[in-house]
């Protein structure tokens, strides 16, 4: 940007300001402008409530147009920024709204233009573009960036949440998400998630407010401002305008957490492939009644922008789509072999070709399988939880794996390539009952490096250990460590007729599967890793059986084999060990009642800290630097830790529950960020609404009064003396302050009523 516009004026007690406007795409000198004299320069920080998040703010310039279209470049040229000056110092920035510009049409000179600039306003049109994990701190720079350039202020935080550990204040950039919580396709967000919603949602379940004042972002808690005498000023009343008025009061509360728990971890989408389709049959003959009907079917190479992993060595598979005319084999996938049969008539459409050479398999009971990697999944970033044993991992893949021309058809004699293999093929449906496909299931670092991987096999026999067995390693994984199992149950006939869903690996020589996984759905079940990180699941090309003599079989027919392909390759978290295995989805509750008469007021966060029922999935959940979900904090004023979800209903019953005072007048300006207090009303007031007049060098307050813990300065139980009407109240408290003394009294009181008796004296009590 250039510098287009500037002015300077002094306020009337002979403060000095200076304004610059920069304007994207101008060239030229800078234009000295003029401001109008009553208010040249007003900033408003329109009032908000007390649990409001951002505190936006705007600046608005009346300009004495000297000439016709004077500051037009604001709307011919690109982005503009404004930034405000006191005594030599940045004092306030922001960028053009561009909807609030606008100046007279019909007179070329003597009119004034109002021109208005915002902070955060800006940031409902810029979309929120990051993924995966990051810090708090890094999401915030990430929401004010670019257009606002607003982390090009210090930054001030003041926060009163504890890490238990530490017993210190939690920073920012201690506080880590994953951010694909916030991505445009979740269903709280709609088409487009934009900065403003993210900034309000990461910062609203730590109890956060941010405004801009005094050249610096401040981020903070009111009862950081509340407990330190430091953070608050006196008001300086002007004027005899000044009212006041109480706040709004609620009875019952609730804040309901959308943890926003996936159950698919990663997986190959049908909508992932961008594929046509292609009529093909697989046998024509004029003379016969056998001809295949055929079907649809595509075949395609190249990348497609789908998540899924693509090594770039491999270049002999293809993506898939397929859509049979008589069965509802509407599928999507990979095609690692795909051959037609030579006999296509030459009037149809010429025969489908993907002949790889490579059916892998293992000839003995040793040894690593010679297989290379077709396509990898990964999943999200997944944290630690507290019950992380009481969940599993579900991997599936399914294999068509058929010596058939159309595998979607039946077994008449024109469906087998070779005409005299047939007695071959009915040995394939008897005799081939198990098959293995070897795939690595690895846990990643945020970088990229393997941690582990998970071994399902025998270390001295390329065969699966007992069904419940495996386990997590260290380092990376081969293609001899995890096999999926396509098998039916009791092994009396092929699993590969047609497309077949892997189940639990067993011993070739166990004949049943555990009840357990009979009752259970199909797949692979594995336990969670030791460790936070990303899964990454690679498939292999290599197809075998456990036994020998299949194995052989595998062999001998390898040269007939027409179809190898795989579709729905999928990682899903499970409750463990449980046929009902479906993991929590719904939205978590805090709710209290304190009274009976007060309205209801709920809240929703999008972020929070683990508690029972909240899966490793939840994306909504903050975690530390090794990915271990935080659970509770300390917050001043409370003895017990609790979760952030608590910690904001307490807030919503501390600030609300009582009517507090709101004062509204005209003041000196305070240029400061600051609380107030009132000499005529007890407490610290945060400052809610405020309209600058630089130049007059007053402002308008508006304040409301912050509540002390509990709405007062302390907590009672239902045991304690101070409760005699229990049978009437349907609130209670938690008597741990040793600041209060009780007494016989049957209800609750205000923080200043003499009920308490300050023993260990304290600001602001």
Not at 665 to 678: I, N, P, T
């Amino acid at each position: 940007m250039s510098l287009a516009y500037t002015t300077r004026f002094h306020s009337l007690d002979n403060v000095p300001y200076e304004i610059e406007i920069y304007v994207e795409g101008f060239k030229g000198q800078p234009i000295e402008i003029s401001l109008e004299g009553d208010e040249p320069c007003i900033i408003d920080w329109p009032e908000t409530d007390k649990m409001d998040v951002v505190q936006s703010s705007t600046c608005t310039l009346r300009v004495s147009n000297e000439r016709d279209r004077q500051m037009i470049q604001l709307m011919d040229g690109g982005a503009a920024s404004i930034f405000v000056y006191r005594n030599g110092k940045k004092y306030w920035q922001g960028t053009i709204d561009d909807s609030v510009y606008e100046e007279p049409y019909s007179f070329k000179t003597g009119y004034v233009t109002e021109i208005t600039f915002s902070d955060f306003g800006c940031l409902n049109r810029i979309p929120f573009e990051a993924s995966g994990r990051h810090t708090v701190n890094y999401v915030i720079n990430h929401c004010l960036d670019e257009y606002s350039n607003l982390t090009s202020l210090p930054r001030e935080e003041l926060i009163s949440l504890k890490d238990i550990k530490t017993q210190q204040p939690i920073a920012l950039n201690m506080l880590w998400i994953n951010t694909d919580r916030f991505k445009s396709d979740n269903e709280s967000w709609g088409k487009m998630t934009s900065r403003r919603d993210v900034l309000e949602e990461i910062l609203r379940p730590l109890g956060l407010r941010i405004m801009q004042k005094n050249g610096q972002i401040h981020i903070y808690d009111i009862d950081y401002l509340r407990d330190h005498v430091k953070m608050q000023n006196n008001i300086v009343w002007k004027g005899t305008d000044a009212y006041i008025r109480g706040s709004e009061t609620f009875g019952w509360y609730e804040v309901s957490f959308e943890h926003d728990a996936e159950e698919t971890l990663a997986e190959i989408r049908p909508d992932s492939f961008d594929v046509g389709e292609r009529y093909g049959t697989m046998y024509h003959d004029d003379d016969s009644d056998e001809t295949g009907i055929g079907f649809y079917v595509q075949l395609k190479s190249g990348q497609i922008d789908s998540g899924i992993v693509i090594p770039g060595a491999t270049t002999q598979w293809r993506y898939f789509n397929t859509r049979s005319f008589l069965t509802s084999s509407d599928d999507k996938g990979y095609a690692w072999r795909v051959r037609a049969y030579d006999r296509v008539h030459p009037s149809q459409i010429p025969p489908l070709y993907l002949g790889n050479e490579t059916v892998t398999h293992i000839a003995s009971s040793a040894g690593s399988p010679v297989a290379s990697t077709m396509f990898k999944i990964e999943s999200g970033y997944l944290p630690l939880v507290p019950d992380n044993d009481q969940y599993q991992l579900r991997i599936n893949l399914d294999l068509l794996l058929s010596p058939k021309l159309n595998p979607f058809e039946g077994d008449g004699d024109w469906n087998v390539e070779w005409s005299n293999q047939i007695p071959s093929y009915k040995n394939w449906k008897e005799k081939l009952l198990q098959v293995y496909v070897p795939v690595k299931l690895e846990l990643l670092d945020e970088q990229g490096d393997v941690l582990m991987h998970y071994r399902n096999t025998n270390r001295n026999g390329y065969f699966p250990v007992s069904s419940g067995q495996g386990q997590w390693e260290a380092g990376s994984g081969s293609y001899g460590d995890m096999l999926l199992a396509y098998y039916n149950d009791g092994l009396e006939e092929t699993a590969l007729e047609g497309w077949a869903t892997n189940k639990q690996t067993m011993n070739a020589s166990i004949k049943y599967q555990p009840s357990l996984y009979k009752k259970r759905a199909d797949g692979e079940y594995v336990p969670m890793p030791s460790s936070a990180g990303v899964l990454r699941l690679s498939v292999s090309n290599c197809v075998f059986s456990p036994k020998q003599v299949e194995n052989q079989m595998l062999v001998n027919f390898k040269q007939y084999i027409c179809w190898q392909m795989y579709r729905n390759a999928k990682i899903t978290l499970v409750k463990a060990d449980t046929v009902d295995d479906s993991i929590n989805t719904d939205s978590l509750y805090e709710r209290d009642m304190v009274g009976k008469y007060g309205d209801n007021t709920s809240e929703t966060v999008m972020a929070g800290s683990w508690d029972k029922g909240v899966a490793p999935s939840s994306r909504g959940l903050f975690f530390d630097s090794n990915g271990i979900a935080f659970e509770k904090f300390l917050k001043d004023g409370y003895i017990n830790p609790a979760t952030l979800q608590y910690h904001r209903l307490r807030s919503l019953e501390d600030q609300t529950f009582y009517i507090q005072p709101i004062i509204s007048g005209s003041a000196e300006l305070d240029a400061q960020f600051f609380a107030k207090r009132e000499r005529s009303t007890s407490g610290v007031f945060l400052v809610t609404g405020l309209r600058q007049d630089l130049h007059q060098a007053t402002e308008k307050v508006t304040m409301a009064r912050i509540a002390n813990v509990g709405g007062f300065c302390y907590e009672y139980s239902w045991s304690d003396a101070i409760c005699v009407m229990e049978d009437s109240l349907v609130y209670g408290y938690d008597w741990s302050n040793p600041i209060c003394v009780k007494q016989l009294v049957p209800y609750s009181f205000a923080w200043n009523d003499p009920i308490c008796q300050v023993i260990d004296k304290k600001p602001n009590q």
